[in-house]
């Protein structure tokens, strides 16, 4: 069973610029959620989506949004980037909206 | 904000078992603990979780109070591979199933 991949690992943009992150969620779940995590902080919640749809969102500017696509992968754009941007995002999948997550090894955002 | 509060770091013994503490006096009946770790720069790995009574499972133990405003999650024999920021958490059930993680728990396993 394939586990919840992500890409790109790292990322290099300037600031303004904008960026889409990719999220392949494991065999059989349905629900996508991201975070972010600042160096040395505990991960955010940005957003969720279940079955192609927003179910949540966490205290994030409408400058982050997101896609769920048929097969449950997902995006997660961000627009207009800032330095606070620089992160490292992480998504992870469950089976259903009230199942454990499983995280993917996230991608590295650097905003200069 | 995180619902939870866990000592900044711990240290342990290679071999020995590892006890680490999260209090949630503020929990609500319906909320469960959650415990994931997460080792340097990867995603966090989901290691157990309960509500209100004791688990486990292939890597750990939880034991939950039984006025559940505390618990532990118990690392039996733990190794250097153990070596992780361990996050307890509440799952918060306000829409979307979010974990709100806080600062956790650095947990240094020594030879």
């Known amino acids: 069973e394939t586990g919840v991949t992500q890409s790109p690992t790292h990322l290099i943009k300037t600031r303004g610029q904008q960026v889409t992150l990719r999220c392949s969620s494991q065999s059989g779940h349905n629900t996508v959620s991201w975070y972010q995590q600042a160096l040395g902080q505990g991960p955010q919640f940005i957003f969720q989506y279940y079955r192609e749809e927003e179910n949540g969102r966490g205290n994030f500017p409408p400058r982050f949004s997101g896609l769920q696509f048929p097969n449950y992968s997902s995006e997660l754009n961000v627009n207009a980037l800032e330095l606070d941007d620089s992160a490292l995002y992480l998504c992870?999948?469950?089976?259903?909206?009230?199942?454990?997550?499983?995280f993917g090894p996230g991608t590295r955002l650097t905003v200069l | 904000d995180a619902k939870t509060t866990q000592p900044t770091s711990m240290d342990c013994a290679e071999g020995r078992a590892a006890n680490l503490p999260c209090n949630h006096s503020?929990?609500?009946?319906?909320?469960?603990v959650y415990w994931y770790r997460q080792i340097h720069s990867q995603g966090p790995q989901y290691i157990i979780h309960g509500l209100k009574n004791n688990e486990t499972n292939e890597m750990a133990s939880l034991i939950i109070t039984e006025d559940r405003k505390s618990s532990t999650l118990i690392l039996p024999h733990a190794t250097l591979r153990d070596t992780a920021v361990y996050y307890c958490?509440?799952?918060?059930?306000?829409?979307?199933?979010?974990?709100?993680f806080g600062q956790g728990t650095r947990l240094t396993i020594n030879p």
């Open positions: 992870a999948s469950s089976r259903n909206t009230d199942n454990e997550q499983f």
């Open positions: 958490i509440v799952r918060v059930f306000q829409g979307a199933q979010k974990l709100v």
């Open positions: 503020t929990i609500s009946g319906n909320e469960y």
